[in-house]
């Protein structure tokens, strides 16, 4: 029997909200199958193996898995085979795991840090790889990749903190000058919308992207788009297929973290989308296209806007780790796709064992 290792929480902005998630995952994970042991990883970036994992009721979140900070704990590697294996300093205990099974969000979770870590361990893992996480989390280059791919995307400016420092009102003129109201200012490399502002008046762009350098030394500022928000699940490696499509409809001014995970009727999930069948097919193109072109595997949640006027359709980002809440559209959309929750669990751990093998048949000598 494979030990699925369900790593939650991180050095993250998106702590909590990994919590919420690895609970669905650990609830629905066939545990018939699979040996589960949850992995904490706690604000300061320390291993808290738990190996009864525990939810409890969140006033926020509904639910979400309990991390107990218990045992001073070090990830070892090479010592076993390809598992990963954490050993206990205190009480000398080992727990081994086969797969990796990131329920994490955000900067040194989603970002190819952890994947990287992973890598060297050579332990098998599900989601994308570090060269896809990397990518994917970056707007900025995600976008220029995708744009020189031929897949559109909206128009932005990034701003670097350096360059904001040394002349914040050359660049205040030049954004003025670019773009017409409203933008939207946001943190290059966060997800869940954290660090986002929806900028209205000129008065608050400063503001504003001052707010999102909070969260990152790299933002973008991106033109305003009356657009329907689309989303596709795509799974798979070398030949990823694209589930059917989705629309979020927020009931805040945009589709904000609050709107996400804190307002329980802070948006409408609407499965499938009403689109007709050659747009949508043309999403569904594009999303598989994205995900090819940003070095994706195992997984990603890409996100569309779907102008209400025009028609056209810009991709707005990949979520290489995306939200497994009970409400996410990643296994949602999967769902409806026919494909429930434990059966997606199984083939995201087939993938990542695939590609896993492949790795391996690497030659590493000359």
């Known amino acids: 029997m494979l030990t699925v290792g369900v790593l939650f929480g991180g050095r993250s902005g998106e702590h909590d909200v990994s919590l919420c998630s690895a609970a669905s995952v650990v609830s629905a994970i066939d545990q018939k199958k699979y040996n589960v042991i949850a992995i904490g990883i706690d604000r300061d970036g320390k291993w808290y193996p738990q190996e009864r994992p525990v939810i409890v009721d969140d006033k926020d979140f509904g639910r979400i898995l309990k991390l107990d900070k218990k045992g001073a704990w070090f990830v070892n590697h090479f010592e076993n085979g390809n598992k990963l294996?954490?050993?206990?300093?205190?009480?000398?205990?080992?727990?081994?795991?086969?797969?990796?099974?990131?329920?994490?969000?955000?900067?040194?979770?989603e970002d190819g840090t952890l994947q990287g870590l992973l890598e060297l361990a050579m332990v098998p893992y599900v989601g994308a790889d570090s060269i896809g996480s990397s990518i994917g989390i970056d707007k900025d280059v995600a976008k220029r990749l995708l744009r020189d791919g031929g897949i559109p995307v909206v128009p932005w400016e990034t701003i670097f903190i350096e360059d904001w420092e040394r002349d914040h009102?050359?660049?205040?003129?030049?954004?003025?000058?670019?773009f017409s109201l409203p933008l939207f200012v946001k943190p290059a490399r966060t997800g869940s919308?954290?660090?986002?502002?929806?900028?209205?008046?000129?008065?608050?762009?400063?503001?504003?992207?001052?707010f999102a350098f909070q969260y990152d030394g790299k933002i973008l500022v991106e033109k305003g788009i009356d657009a329907r928000e689309i989303e596709c699940s795509v799974l798979g490696n070398r030949d990823p297929k694209a589930s059917a499509l989705g629309e979020v409809i927020s009931r805040h001014e945009f589709y904000s973290y609050e709107s996400k995970y804190i307002d329980p009727n802070?948006?409408?999930?609407?499965?499938?989308?009403?689109?007709?069948?050659?747009?949508?097919?043309?999403?569904?193109?594009?999303?598989?296209?994205?995900?090819?072109?940003?070095?994706?595997?195992?997984?990603?949640?890409?996100?569309?806007?779907l102008e209400r006027n025009r028609g056209e359709f810009y991709l707005n980002e990949i979520n290489t780790i995306p939200g497994f809440t009970s409400i996410s559209m990643y296994p949602k959309l999967w769902e409806y796709s026919g494909m429930e929750y434990s059966k997606l669990i199984d083939s995201l751990i087939d993938l990542a064992i695939e590609r896993h093998r492949a790795r391996m048949r690497i030659r590493t000598d000359r």
Not at 85 to 108: C, M, Q, R
Not at 193 to 210: P, Q, T
Request: charged share 30%; glycine share 6%.
């Open 266 to 305: 802070g948006a409408e999930l609407v499965i499938p989308a009403s689109i007709d069948q050659n747009t949508s097919d043309r999403i569904r193109d594009a999303a598989v296209q994205g995900y090819r072109a940003l070095c994706c595997s195992g997984m990603a949640r890409v996100d569309f806007f």
């Open 85 to 109: 294996v954490l050993y206990n300093l205190e009480d000398k205990k080992k727990i081994s795991v086969d797969v990796v099974f990131p329920a994490v969000h955000g900067t040194y979770c």
């Open 169 to 178: 009102k050359e660049i205040i003129e030049r954004i003025n000058t670019v």
């Open 193 to 210: 919308s954290v660090g986002v502002k929806k900028v209205k008046s000129r008065g608050e762009l400063d503001e504003a992207i001052r």
